[in-house]
């Protein structure tokens, strides 16, 4: 399983930015996707996930500004972020799990600064 995660950058607060989340060497369409971000000398967070059926569910702290999204013909996730602030600032990572083992994507830096 490949998991190859794009899209990061930088932004300034209140600005959006889409990340997306391609997926190899697994049957896309069946996984749950997730979104995790982590900020250094803190645990990793989940901050959205996608099911099979499209049912989706946030972090409290990014609810109503982040949407997750999947394209099953294209074997991609998406994470748009909208209104962003400066503690959006993490390493977001992409990532599924397969007959018990986590897979991750290479994680891609947001980065929300005036």
């Known amino acids: 399983v490949q998991l190859q995660a794009s899209g990061g950058g930088l932004v300034r607060p209140g600005g959006s930015l889409r990340l997306s989340c391609k997926a190899r060497?697994?049957?896309?369409?069946?996984?749950?996707m997730n979104w995790y971000r982590q900020v250094p000398g803190k645990e990793r967070e989940l901050v959205a996930t996608i099911d099979s059926d499209r049912r989706t569910n946030y972090a409290d702290s990014v609810r109503g500004r982040f949407t997750i999204s999947r394209d099953n013909s294209r074997n991609t996730v998406y994470l748009q972020m909208n209104s962003l602030k400066p503690e959006d600032t993490a390493v977001y990572f992409c990532?599924?799990?397969?007959?018990?083992?986590?897979?991750w994507g290479q994680g891609t830096q947001v980065t929300v600064s005036s």
């Open positions: 990532n599924t799990v397969n007959w018990g083992d986590n897979f």
């Open positions: 060497g697994v049957n896309f369409r069946i996984k749950t």
